[in-house]
């Protein structure tokens, strides 16, 4: 979302809340992913941001070849 500045005109209060840019990359915030959808994602990512509440085991990290 380009517009982050509450004060910017053309700021969007809805959109700003789906939307985040995160190295260059806007990306749309979404719900957790579910097991399956992580591990699919998993499958070829090179990094993983998670939080303490997300189960990260080694049955994950084994479907994770990539992940530095």
Not at 8 to 28: C, N, V, W
């Amino acid at each position: 979302y380009q517009y982050y500045d509450r004060q910017h005109p053309l700021y969007d209060e809805a959109q700003a809340s789906r939307k985040m840019t995160f190295f260059g990359e806007e990306i749309e915030l979404r719900q957790a992913y579910t097991r399956p959808e992580l591990e699919e994602a998993l499958a070829v990512a090179d990094g993983l941001i998670c939080l303490l509440s997300d189960r990260i085991d080694d049955e994950l990290l084994a479907r994770a070849p990539k992940l530095k």
